[in-house]
């Protein structure tokens, strides 16, 4: 009895360490070597950005919080366009998400990006920012009140 109970005990503390959902695709090491490459020289090394470069640290997970928000992340020119294809693409979003985005990321964890979702997303590279990052972000915190 008491080792039956002291198991179930164990099994849900692990239950209560595991985030909502994993992004278990993400190979650490890759993805932190693609983001130094192909991210980092603009967005800089902990994600905090500078000047004209919004800060990823503490707030990207907040467009995960709509569609058009988490479009978004894939379409701005530095996703969309850059030489990574698009599973890799994929992988840094969700490092980035998961080692940046610290308290914006929605309460119970994210659906990690796909290469699928990431390829079809991209064909679509943003023209406008201003404007469209203004009302993405305008109609999310309309779904936060
Ligand atoms: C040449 C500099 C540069 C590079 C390289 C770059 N970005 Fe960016 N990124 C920007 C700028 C500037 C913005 C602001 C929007 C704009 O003007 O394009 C931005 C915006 C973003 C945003 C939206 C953040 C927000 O809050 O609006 C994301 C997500 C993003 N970049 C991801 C990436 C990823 C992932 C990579 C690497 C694959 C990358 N960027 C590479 C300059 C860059």
């Not at 849900?12 to 190979?27: E, K």
């Not at 640290?57 to 907040?62: A, D, E, F, T």
């Not at 979003?93 to 998961?98: C, E, I, K, R, V």
């Not at 309460?107 to 009302?135: C, S």
Request: aromatic share 8%; charged share 15%; with cysteine.
């Amino acid at each position: 009895m008491l080792s039956r109970c002291l198991w179930l005990g164990m099994a849900f503390f692990g239950l209560m360490l595991a985030p909502a959902i994993q992004s278990a695709d993400v190979n650490d090491a890759r993805a932190r070597y693609h983001y130094q490459m192909f991210c980092q020289g603009c967005h800089t090394p902990d994600g905090s950005g500078a000047n004209a470069v919004p800060a990823l640290k503490n707030q990207m997970g907040l467009f995960l919080r709509t569609e058009k928000g988490r479009g978004f992340l894939v379409r701005v020119p530095g996703s969309a366009t850059s030489k990574l294809n698009s599973a890799q693409l994929a992988e840094v979003l969700n490092w980035s998400l998961d080692n940046f985005a610290g308290s914006s990321l929605p309460e119970g964890g994210y659906e990690p990006y796909t290469e699928a979702e990431v390829a079809q997303l991209r064909q679509q590279p943003l023209q406008e920012i201003e404007n469209y990052r203004a009302t993405v972000l305008a109609e999310i915190v309309a779904t936060m009140q």
